[in-house]
């Protein structure tokens, strides 16, 4: 397969649909690593359902949609299909991809590493309290290894080197998960999107899902949560519609009932996510 100079619409859809394979394939592997921020097993769910809204999206467009339409599908599935913790902030990053990438129907090098660094920059901002150690981490690295690159095999390649670095110092920035003795699910969910954007410039072979029966995760102690995150008993999401200069003051009101507060979207919609003992404030 020859390697890509560049990304056409249809190469960026084909980017998306390799990673929700990607995604489905690993689901439980994800699950099994999910101790952080609460322990229940669903990181790869939510992470494979949140990128599957987006396919079903793209399903939608013709053959010939242009990289605007595909950007507003990825933009939009991600949003409306996004689902738990990580999930939120992928779609966030979704977006910031979209978003850079709308108004080029070919899309260089440079572009596609700004368009890494602002899916960062977007993660970062739409999560009150970032936490080193988690998917955030994963994601800086991925658009800091895509800087300076002189083509686009090692613009993807330097990404996802840089991305599976920083997934495996994840436990020592973050002692749940050293306690744990795993690598963060978000974090590792994140790492496939780079070898779905490998496997389409360069033609690298996509990774299999390793067993199950190969991945032992030991039970973190009360005293190793991090604020006490996993104490907080409900898991909320909701859609909100609000003016964009709303939003800033709707999360420090949030910042009184819980944590593990994400709150993504844009022009008028977004999806909050919020862990919090009282469900029916907000």
């Known amino acids: 397969m020859a390697q890509l100079a560049s990304l056409t619409a249809g190469d960026v859809r084909t980017v998306v649909q390799r990673f929700s394979e990607l995604l489905e394939a690993h689901r439980e592997v994800i699950n099994r690593l999910n101790v952080y ?4 097993g669903d990181t790869g769910t939510n992470m494979s359902l949140t990128v599957a809204s987006v396919v ?22 991600s949003l409306m299909g996004a689902r738990g ?30 368009a890494l660094t602002h899916a960062d920059r977007m993660a970062r901002q739409a999560v009150v309290r970032p936490v080193e150690g988690t998917i955030l981490t994963v ?7 895509a800087q300076d690159a002189v083509d686009l095999t090692s613009l993807a390649r330097g990404a996802r080197a840089a ?13 749940v998960l050293a306690q744990a003795g795993v690598v963060d699910a978000g974090g590792a ?5 780079l070898d779905a954007l490998c496997h389409v410039v360069a033609g690298d072979p996509l990774p299999t899902a390793p067993s199950l029966e190969g991945i032992s995760v ?7 949560h991090h604020d006490a995150v996993s104490d907080l008993r409900y898991e909320v999401m909701y859609f909100l519609e609000a003016p964009d200069g709303a939003v800033s003051g709707f999360k420090d009101l949030w910042t009184a009932i819980g944590d593990s507060i994400v709150v ?11 862990h919090t003992d009282v469900a029916g404030s907000g």
């Not at 079903?56 to 599935?77: N, S, W």
């Not at 969910?189 to 999107?193: E, M, P």
Request: charged share 20%; with cysteine; hydrophobic share 40%.
């Open 85 to 114: 913790n990580s999930g939120v902030i992928l779609s966030q990053m979704l977006r910031g991809v979209a978003e850079t990438l709308r108004d080029d129907e070919v899309v260089s090098p440079g572009t596609l590493a700004g």
């Open 264 to 274: 993504v979207g844009g022009d008028g919609l977004y999806n909050c996510h919020i």
């Open 56 to 77: 079903r999206e793209l399903a939608e467009q013709p053959a010939t949609a242009t990289m605007g339409e595909v950007c507003k599908a990825i933009a939009h599935g």
């Open 37 to 40: 921020p609460v322990p229940d």
């Open 139 to 145: 994601a800086r690295a991925a658009a800091e290894g």
């Open 218 to 224: 030991h039970a973190p102690e009360p005293a190793a």
């Open 189 to 193: 969910g994140l790492c496939l999107l």
């Open 163 to 175: 991305s599976r670095e920083a997934l495996e110092r994840t436990p020592e920035l973050l002692p």
